[in-house]
């Protein structure tokens, strides 16, 4: 019998449906990829069907609940459950979002031991500083989903916070949201005695303020750990940019996953960096192989490393 249980979150950067052929060299292509045909959408989903046939393979164990980020619509995810080792035998929670890109965030989860009681999405709208102009900006949803595991309920945040660019003109959007969500959390913690897990791309390294803050009620009291802040520190990546590794990829969980008597307790966090998701060329060696490189298809992985957290079941 598996005495533990896994749950991964995965950027598995830009699944989205292949474009529609172009009629004119310059009609616009809804994905923004170059040449998004169907051969390269079904190289991506074999590529993200076979990571998680390797973390089987490593850890023999599939997560039970994956959170996943940018992803376009529910159709990939329906298409990617099919295939080997999901067998059509997940679950999806997914919800349309209003980001400019169309990327959302999503959870699949192993039907056969988690139920989910309720799903919602938490949609975020930013004024637009320009006085003159009626719109707002949006950007991807939060996913909170409420499950049960052996009679227990769990919270499960999937976010994918807004991009550091352009002299990181996102970050307070990053803050607001952030803010927001850990009021929902501490009321969480302080009404309910559930396990919380808030996992994602936020765009941010477990060591800057806002992550850091983030585990601490208002009186200071630690209600919150996050193991990726250990791995960061110890110089584990899930993605780069040019030369600096970067950990944005995160678990962060609530202390009840440190407790004795809970049916899960926490054992580890890892960067699933398997070799074979990894760069081919030297130049590159121990970073994601990923589809694209600009506008240079590539035809890997992701352009981030799956991360995953491993629980031991109490008998």
């Given amino acids: 019998m598996n005495d533990k249980e896994l749950v991964a979150f995965y950027n598995v950067e830009n699944l989205f449906s292949p474009d529609v052929p172009r009629k004119h060299k310059l009609d616009p292509a809804f994905s923004g990829m170059q040449n998004w045909d169907d051969r390269k959408y079904q190289n991506k ?24 980020s940018e992803v376009q619509g529910r ?35 192993d039907k056969s031991k988690i ?10 709208l930013f004024a ?22 052996l009679e227990t309920i769990m919270n499960i945040f999937v976010l994918h916070l807004p991009s550091k660019r352009e002299k990181d003109v996102n970050k307070p ?30 765009n941010e390294n477990p060591d800057e303020e806002m992550i850091a803050n983030f585990i601490y009620d208002g009186d ?11 791995l960061f520190k110890n ?8 030369k600096s590794g970067l950990l944005f990829d995160q678990m962060i969980l609530s202390a009840s996953f440190f407790n004795a008597n809970s049916p899960l307790i926490f054992k580890e966090a890892k960067v699933f ?7 081919w060329d030297k130049k590159f060696e121990g970073r994601p192989f990923r589809t694209y490189a600009g506008t240079r298809y590539l035809g890997g992985y992701s352009d981030h490393f799956p991360i995953l957290t491993t629980f031991l079941k109490k008998e």
Avoid: W
Avoid at 83 to 91: I, M, R, V
Avoid at 130 to 142: L, W
Avoid at 220 to 230: E, G, H, R, V, Y
């Fill in 45 to 68: 989903l074999l590529k993200i069907a076979q990571v998680f046939q390797l973390i089987l393979e490593s850890e023999k164990s599939l997560p039970m609940l994956i959170g996943v």
């Fill in 75 to 109: 159709q990939p995810l329906e298409d990617l459950i099919k295939l080997e080792p999901f067998n059509a035998t997940y679950g999806i929670v997914h919800y349309e979002s209003m980001d400019e890109r169309g990327v959302d965030v999503a959870l699949l989860y």
């Fill in 115 to 124: 139920e989910i009681i309720s799903s919602e999405p938490i949609s975020y």
């Fill in 128 to 149: 637009i500083e320009n006085k003159d102009s009626e719109y707002y900006d949006t950007t991807r949803d939060v996913l909170f989903c409420k499950v049960k595991y």
């Fill in 173 to 202: 959007k990053r803050e607001y949201i952030l803010k927001d969500l850990h009021q929902k959390v501490v009321d969480l913690i302080s009404t309910k005695d559930e396990g919380v897990i808030i996992c994602g791309d936020f």
């Fill in 220 to 230: 200071f009291n630690k209600i919150l750990t996050n193991p990726s802040a250990d």
């Fill in 235 to 242: 110089g584990k990546f899930s993605t780069f940019h040019y």
């Fill in 273 to 279: 960096n398997h070799e074979k998701l990894s760069n």
